[in-house]
């Protein structure tokens, strides 16, 4: 199986990576700035993209004819110490956090979109419970709760245009993972986080195009 991950060098999209190497797949792993994580893994079955996702170029690497599954990892959480705030928040940090983790997976679904149909594949994109209005009890961090709604409806419609094209799109709420974006404070590990959402990857199927579903399998409330 051909895999194509993005924000591939640290955090969940490391782990994306180990697991499907692990499993003996191909693996483009992209990633914007340092890749010495990924370097270090030294496997014939990796291939190294360096892709900003900010950005409308093309990644610079071969890519593969036909991918079977494509994980929009990449993202950014934004201004930390209040500036998410409803005092705080600018409009320059929003713009920014909403180019990342919202019109990055549509720009990188547009470059890579005959490929994945090309091997009828899956698209999954990573968005976050904290992008669910129904979760929304604390308030805050608007950027970053409003990048990720706006994922979780781009990924539905992609479902939505791609399913006669034999696509199947789901969006995936990982967890409260330990990781540099949540200075490792989260309940569950890398590994735990991915187990789960590669196992909802392979049941894919059983859910309707575009849900929203979290690493356990259950559906999240939007």
């Avoid at 180990?18 to 700035?33: E, F, I, N, P, T």
């Avoid at 720009?107 to 999954?124: E, F, N, P, S, T």
Wanted: net charge negative.
């Amino acid at each position: 199986m051909n895999v194509f991950i993005t924000g591939a060098n640290r955090g969940l999209g490391l782990g994306f990576v180990q697991h499907y190497l692990a499993k003996g797949d191909q693996v483009w792993a992209c990633y914007r700035g340092e890749c010495e994580a990924l370097t270090k893994l030294d496997a014939k079955a990796l291939h190294l993209l360096q892709w900003d996702v900010s950005q409308d170029d093309m990644p610079r690497g071969a890519l593969p004819d036909k991918i079977d599954l494509l994980i929009n990892n990449a993202g950014i959480y934004g201004s930390i110490k209040g500036g998410q705030s409803l005092d705080e928040i600018a409009s320059d940090d929003m713009l920014e956090v909403f180019n990342v983790n919202c019109v990055g997976p549509l720009r990188v679904v547009k470059h890579l979109k005959d490929r994945v149909v090309a091997a009828q594949g899956v698209i999954a994109n990573l968005s976050s419970k904290m992008g669910s209005s129904a979760d929304n009890s604390s308030g805050g961090t608007y950027a970053y709760r409003a990048s990720k709604a706006a994922l979780v409806i781009v990924s539905k419609s992609m479902a939505v245009d791609l399913q006669d094209d034999g696509v199947r799109v789901i969006t995936l709420h990982p967890g409260w993972v330990q990781t540099d974006m949540t200075h490792h404070s989260g309940l569950i590990d890398v590994k735990k986080s991915v187990a789960g959402m590669t196992n909802v990857i392979e049941h894919v199927n059983d859910y309707e195009a575009g849900q929203f579903v979290a690493f356990d399998g259950k559906i999240v409330p939007y």
